[in-house]
């Protein structure tokens, strides 16, 4: 059985990759978005040009968890900011360290210069 488009989206190189249906329940459906059922063709197609890749046809944003995406991100970019404090914090540490160890080895030069 040959499933036939109503509309069909095609991309740059000419190739389908995609396509608007109705199924056995008289819903409009994307080929490439399976478990969507949209109310109208042009809910559909509008859902397309909104969520999907238009080279491959394939659904590549989600609508219906922005907020979730939006959350990533942000921890996303929240883990990279504390790792530059990390190394920032890091880079001091040792600084503070060099110094100690400078201070410590002139005080054991003194000692032996100058004993008690």
Known sequence: M?????????????VEVAGTL?????????????????Q???????????????ETGMQ???????DLLQKLHREVNRGKELRDQCCSLAQEVNAALGQHRS????MRDRAKTNPL
């Open 103 to 106: 201070i410590l080895a002139r």
């Open 40 to 54: 109208s063709q042009e809910e559909a197609i509008a859902f397309f040009h909104a969520y999907c890749d238009p």
């Open 2 to 14: 040959a499933i036939e488009f109503i509309t069909t989206f095609v991309n740059s190189v000419g």
């Open 22 to 38: 109705l199924d056995e329940g008289g819903r409009w459906k994307l080929s490439t978005v399976p478990l969507q059922h949209f």
């Open 60 to 66: 590549c944003r989600n609508p219906f968890r922005n």
